[in-house]
T-cell receptor
C-alpha cells in the first residue's frame, strides 16, 4: 500500500482555488490515487480519483505528475463549505475495499 | 436514492458490555466495509463483507466481529467493551467490483464509560 504524505493544514481564501498537495512516492503502477474529504462529524465523502491522467469532475480536478510520485487536488473556487479534512489515498483494487487513511490535510477556507 | 444508513447514531455503554451496530447500504451495493475513527489513530479499516462473506480484515482483536445478511445489510459487534473502543464507527458501501469509491454513512458514535 502506498504511503501518502500531506501537509497537516492549509488555509485558503473564499473564492480562490485551493491546491492540496500529496506525495505518494512509493505508489505502485496499479494503485489509483483517491481523494476523500471529511467535514466535521460526517462520514468521508469521495471526491475524485485517477491513475495516470489528470481528471476533472464537478467537484474538483486532480493533477498527477508524470512519474506518479505526487498529485494535487484543486478546488477551483473554494467556499466556506469546503472547510474539511482532505485525505489522499493510494488504492489497489486487489485490496478489496480497504482504504488506508493517513492524517490528511485540514483545509480552512476563510472569508 | 437513499444513502448508507447507520443505527444507532449515538450510544453509551459501560466497560464489559457488548454492542451491535447496524448498517444498511445503498440499494444495489453488495459490499459493506467498516471503519473505526478515533482522535489518536484516525480512520482505521475493520473489515469488509461481500455477498455475506468477509473478504478482508484489519488489525483488530477478535472482540470485533461482523456479519452480512442476504439483503446486504451488515452488523458489527464489539464484545467486552473497553474504554479505548470509544470511537466513531463508520460503515461504507460500494457497487460490485473493486473500486475505491466508497459511500460512507454518518457513523455511530460509541462512548464507553
Amino acid at each position: 500500500d502506498a504511503k501518502t504524505t500531506q501537509p497537516t493544514s492549509m488555509d485558503c481564501a473564499e473564492g480562490r482555488a485551493a491546491n492540496l498537495p500529496c506525495n505518494h512516492s512509493t505508489i505502485s503502477g496499479n494503485e489509483y490515487v483517491y481523494w476523500y474529504r471529511q467535514i466535521h462529524s460526517q462520514g468521508p465523502q469521495y471526491i475524485i480519483h485517477g491513475l495516470k491522467n489528470n481528471e476533472t469532475n464537478e467537484m474538483a480536478s486532480l493533477i498527477i505528475t508524470e512519474d506518479r510520485k505526487s498529485s494535487t487536488l484543486i478546488l477551483p473556487h473554494a467556499t466556506l463549505r469546503d472547510t474539511a479534512v482532505y485525505y489522499c489515498i493510494g488504492f489497489y483494487s486487489g485490496n478489496t475495499g480497504k482504504l488506508i487513511f493517513g492524517q490528511g490535510t485540514t483545509l480552512q477556507v476563510k472569508p | 436514492k437513499a444513502g448508507v444508513t447507520q443505527t444507532p447514531r449515538y450510544l453509551i455503554k459501560t466497560r464489559g458490555q457488548q454492542v451491535t451496530l447496524s448498517c444498511s447500504p445503498i440499494s444495489g451495493h453488495r459490499s459493506v466495509s467498516w471503519y473505526q475513527q478515533t482522535p489518536g489513530q484516525g480512520l482505521q479499516f475493520l473489515f469488509e463483507y461481500f455477498s455475506e462473506t468477509q473478504r478482508n480484515k484489519g488489525n483488530f482483536p477478535g472482540r470485533f466481529s461482523g456479519r452480512q445478511f442476504s439483503n446486504s445489510r451488515s452488523e458489527m459487534n464489539v464484545s467486552t467493551l473497553e474504554l479505548g473502543d470509544s470511537a466513531l464507527y463508520l460503515c461504507a458501501s460500494r457497487r460490485a467490483g473493486d473500486t475505491g469509491e466508497l459511500f460512507f454513512g454518518e457513523g455511530s458514535r460509541l462512548t464507553v464509560l
